[in-house]
């Protein structure tokens, strides 16, 4: 079956600009998770959807908001983009909520911000 | 300080070794998580744990919640095991579960 697919797989974008970053969960998962990695900072937890819901959220501004549809597909936002928000962008799928035991992860986004 | 620490940062070690890869966290968690992520990227969910013990093949998984401590083993080390290897703690907070990863080991084993 299917992975989880991520797209795009590479991005450049300017300060400023927003960006919208796409993650297909496995067919059958409910559940969404993303996640920031950058060398600085290592992986950092961003948010988690589950039935179109956000059920927990990790420690980024406002700047960064998601949402996830009924087919489970998520999408990730990011306005007024920074430098610093030039990373690897992972999401994982699961077919419940809370259970990271039986995540696939991503391929991952990776965002350049110039 | 993080709440979740790893060492060694870096380890490199012969074919057929025994490693070791070790994971302590300063908070209470309901699970930690052990992660394997290999050159490109791409992560791969080895373990979740809550206590005990849990082995999957070569690789297995140790956790003391009272020391607040959790180990990941390799047996018979081989040079495909090479990667970053990541633990993650699960944090409750006011109904915010949260993800906490430590920094990571970069594991290379030497044919």
């Known amino acids: 079956k299917a992975g989880v697919t991520q797209t795009p797989r590479y991005l450049i974008k300017t300060r400023g600009q927003q960006v919208t970053l796409s993650c297909s969960p496995i067919?059958?998962?409910?559940?969404v998770s993303w996640y920031q990695q950058t060398p600085g900072q290592g992986l950092q937890f961003l948010f988690e959807?589950?039935?179109?819901?956000?059920?927990n959220k990790g420690n980024f501004p406002g700047r960064f908001s998601g949402r996830q549809f009924s087919n489970s597909r998520s999408e990730m936002n990011v306005s007024t983009l920074e430098l610093g928000d030039s990373a690897l962008y992972l999401c994982?799928?699961?077919?419940?909520?809370?259970?990271?035991?039986?995540?696939?992860f991503g391929s991952g986004t990776r965002l350049t911000v110039v | 300080k993080n709440e979740v620490e790893q060492s060694p940062q870096n380890l490199t070690a012969q074919e057929g070794e025994f490693i070791t890869i070790n994971c302590s966290y300063s908070?209470?968690?309901?699970?930690l998580h052990w992660l394997q992520q290999h050159p490109g990227g791409g992560i791969v969910s080895l373990f979740m744990?809550?206590?005990g013990k849990k082995k999957h093949g070569r690789l297995i998984a140790t956790i003391n919640i009272q020391e607040k401590h959790s180990s990941l083993h390799i047996t018979a080390s081989h040079p495909r095991d090479s990667a970053v290897y990541i633990c993650?703690?699960?944090?409750?907070?006011?109904?915010?579960?949260?993800?906490?990863f430590g920094t990571g080991t970069r594991l290379t084993i030497i044919p």
């Open positions: 993650a703690g699960r944090i409750s907070n006011i109904g915010n579960e949260k993800l906490t």
């Open positions: 744990l809550s206590s």
């Open positions: 994982a799928s699961s077919p419940n909520h809370g259970q990271l035991d039986g995540y696939t």
């Open positions: 959807y589950f039935s179109e819901t956000q059920r």
């Open positions: 067919s059958g998962h409910r559940s």
């Open positions: 908070v209470g968690i309901s699970a």
